[in-house]
Nanobody, 127 residues
Framework: QVHVVESGGGLVRAGGSLRLSCTAS????????MAWFRQAPGKEREGVAC????????SLSDSVKGRFTISRDNAKRTYYLQMNSLKPEDTAMYYC????????????????????WGQGTQVTVSS
């Protein structure tokens, strides 16, 4: 079984920052694009950011553009989501996911495009 593990979530005030980390030690980085999704209670799972295996391309949802940055350290098999200027509407469970082939989807946002998932890390942004 492939283990994908997120960390770094927590409680932060609006305007603050948080960095999420994801490790996927069993996956060859060259074969996988990595992404972050989030899901708030009562809402659909939403694609937040995606990064290709070589970091040659990234995708960001409109709601986080200019505030969040996705990056990866292939040598460490660790993937990051830097979240700045956090808003209460960013409150959600954040999930790390991997897509076979190494590239982000042309249109990013469908959870079914990703085959391996972590169990999530909670991010709560207070007013």
């Amino acid at each position: 079984q492939v283990h994908v593990v997120e960390s770094g979530g927590g409680l932060v005030r609006a305007g603050g920052s948080l960095r999420l980390s994801c490790t996927a030690s069993e996956l060859d980085p060259q074969n996988y694009a990595m992404a972050w999704f989030r899901q708030a209670p009562g809402k659909e799972r939403e694609g937040v950011a995606c990064i290709s295996w070589s970091s040659s391309s990234t995708s960001l949802s409109d709601s986080v553009k200019g505030r969040f940055t996705i990056s990866r350290d292939n040598a460490k098999r660790t993937y990051y989501l830097q979240m700045n200027s956090l808003k209460p509407e960013d409150t959600a469970m954040y999930y790390c996911a991997a897509r076979e082939g190494g590239y982000c989807p042309r249109v990013f946002g469908r959870p079914d495009d990703f085959v391996y998932w972590g169990q999530g890390t909670q991010v709560t942004v207070s007013s």
